[in-house]
């Protein structure tokens, strides 16, 4: 099969992946209004319920059938034995995990409804074949398809959400369109994926590999949901839950720029580890280090100057409390986005997952014991704290056991440019920050100027990371004319 180009696929991914966080965030100012932070809150709370079942469904199936599809993905023969065999799985645990939950569900006397309702995110889960085409690295089909749902979505909330009381019609709406945009990547499968013979089936064969990337899973989820959970659980307040619900949400968008690389990179790491290219990965690697640090550093510092402009106009009056969590998740960005590329990129496609497991389980202890400390404290601010601590852990703990192999002092090597630019940049904001009032105009303004200055210091700097995708964009222009 024709070797597909990285960039474009980060360029597919990172659009979709922004566009699924972008969509809540183009309808926060709305719904903010509309539904208030305690209906915010709610929403929030219940979604963290029902995301443990999702989770049990999908167990490490997709990060394991992406990986899996990767080294097969010139083999007709085998990647179809591998589809079916990892979808077989997949349609098993999501009917178990949605029998429970149905009971669960039933017995629920408050909020029983909007658990009913999000059945709909198990739905998604059973139907879900997006791992097949990450594996493929197709990112072009998936991202075009669930992009159409996901403006659907868009449409649909600000038809039929108008009222607090419409919250049911809101919840709706999450799982319903997730669901079809599964459903649709359905039809592309014949061009990939022949049928296959019942006794060529052995679906239950990996499970110990499967649990083995679900292990991680579950301990990711300590600090992604469990988060609003224990919010909920300790404070007794849906305002706070709304609070971390509007900066997590901002933070997660401007995340996933940094993290949608990853995706792209694990089937072909897979690949080149499947052919023994080892020096070619440890390349990739070091390029994955160097993106974080270019990227990462300006939305991160960029994110805590503006915050405070930001927040009054785009979520309204009673949202005070969301600047300093904004400011505080942003340093998630940088966090997550080295310890991606260490964990996802790396240890998974390698097939060192035990060691990706041990580093994640340190960080969700780390993240539980601190929550149940900093949220009694300080509420939702303490469980921002905690999230932060805890991918800090995990980022520097993997550094550790890779030393090796990716020695620490050259990843923090590859970001020096970056930092010097961006600390540039603080100094030239902090002024105009502190003269500007809140609006659409002058957040915009604080965005154009960190932006022109962080650049123009790595022009200065002549960073060739810069220069280099500058002389790539220049070329193809040229040619192009």
């Known amino acids: 099969m024709q070797r597909k180009n990285v960039k474009?696929?980060?360029?597919?991914?990172?659009?979709?992946?922004?566009?699924?966080?972008?969509?809540?965030?183009?309808?926060?100012?709305?719904?903010?209004?509309?539904?208030?932070?305690?209906?915010?809150?709610?929403?929030?709370?219940?979604?963290?319920?029902?995301?443990?079942?999702?989770?049990?469904?999908?167990?490490?199936?997709?990060?394991?059938?992406?990986?899996?599809?990767?080294?097969?993905q010139d083999d007709t023969e085998k990647r179809s034995q591998v589809f079916w065999n990892t979808k077989v799985l997949?349609?098993?645990?999501?009917?178990?995990?949605?029998?429970?939950?149905?009971?669960?569900?039933?017995?629920?006397?408050?909020?029983?409804?909007?658990?009913?309702?999000?059945?709909?995110?198990?739905?998604?889960?059973?139907?879900?074949?997006?791992?097949?085409?990450?594996?493929?690295?197709?990112?072009?089909?998936?991202?075009?398809?669930?992009?159409?749902?996901?403006?659907?979505?868009?449409?649909?909330?600000?038809?039929?959400?108008?009222t607090k009381e419409d919250l049911p019609l809101y919840v709706m709406g999450l799982g319903l369109f997730t669901t079809l945009g599964n459903l649709s990547l359905w039809a592309y499968l014949p061009r990939y994926v022949r049928r296959v013979k019942l006794s060529e089936l052995h679906p239950f064969r990996d499970v110990k590999v499967v649990w083995s990337l679900f292990i991680p899973t579950i301990a990711v989820q300590i600090y992604t949901v469990l988060d609003k959970t224990m919010i909920g659980m300790i404070t007794g307040s849906s305002f706070e839950n709304g609070y971390y619900e509007q900066a997590i949400k901002i933070s997660k968008m401007l995340m996933s720029v940094v993290t949608a690389l990853g995706t792209v990179m694990v089937p072909r790491v897979g690949s080149l580890f499947g052919k023994g290219e080892a020096f070619e990965v440890r390349r990739l690697m070091y390029r994955s280090?160097?993106?974080?640090?270019?990227?990462?550093?300006?939305?991160?510092?960029?994110?805590?100057?503006?915050?405070?402009?930001?927040?009054?106009?785009?979520?309204?009056?009673?949202?005070?409390?969301v600047i300093p969590l904004l400011q505080i998740l942003s340093l998630l960005i940088l966090a997550i986005g080295i310890n991606n590329v260490t964990g996802v990129q790396y240890f998974i496609p390698t097939k060192r997952q035990n060691l990706f497991t041990l580093t994640v389980?340190?960080?969700?202890?780390?993240?539980?014991?601190?929550?149940?400390?900093?949220?009694?404290?300080?509420?939702?601010?303490?469980?921002?704290?905690?999230?932060?601590?805890?991918?800090?852990?995990?980022?520097?703990?993997?550094?550790?056991?890779?030393?090796?192999?990716?020695?620490?002092?050259?990843?923090?090597?590859?970001?020096?440019?970056?930092?010097?630019?961006?600390?540039v940049m603080v100094l030239v904001l902090l002024p105009l920050c502190r003269r500007l009032s809140p609006s659409v105009l002058h957040t915009a303004m604080i965005v154009a100027c960190g932006a022109a200055t962080y650049f123009l210091t790595l022009l200065v700097e002549r960073d060739e990371f810069l220069l280099a995708n500058v002389r790539g964009v220049l070329k193809k222009l040229h040619i192009s004319r």
């Open 8 to 72: 474009l696929n980060y360029i597919y991914n990172v659009s979709y992946q922004i566009l699924l966080l972008a969509a809540p965030l183009l309808t926060a100012p709305y719904l903010s209004r509309v539904l208030e932070p305690d209906g915010v809150g709610t929403a929030s709370y219940v979604e963290s319920i029902v995301a443990y079942f999702t989770l049990f469904a999908t167990m490490g199936i997709s990060t394991y059938g992406q990986r899996e599809i990767s080294y097969v």
């Open 289 to 321: 280090y160097r993106f974080v640090w270019f990227l990462g550093i300006p939305l991160c510092f960029g994110v805590i100057m503006a915050a405070g402009n930001f927040v009054p106009w785009f979520f309204g009056p009673g949202y005070e409390k």
């Open 361 to 423: 389980i340190i960080g969700a202890c780390t993240n539980f014991v601190l929550n149940m400390i900093l949220i009694r404290w300080i509420q939702s601010a303490g469980a921002a704290i905690a999230s932060v601590a805890a991918e800090t852990v995990i980022a520097v703990v993997q550094l550790v056991i890779v030393r090796k192999e990716l020695p620490p002092g050259k990843v923090l090597s590859e970001g020096v440019h970056y930092f010097i630019a961006g600390a």
């Open 90 to 162: 997949g349609f098993c645990t999501s009917a178990v995990a949605a029998a429970v939950y149905v009971a669960f569900a039933a017995l629920k006397q408050e909020l029983s409804t909007l658990y009913l309702i999000l059945s709909l995110n198990l739905a998604a889960v059973f139907f879900d074949i997006t791992w097949f085409f990450q594996g493929m690295e197709e990112f072009g089909k998936t991202v075009t398809r669930n992009a159409a749902f996901k403006l659907l979505q868009l449409a649909y909330i600000f038809l039929f959400v108008k």
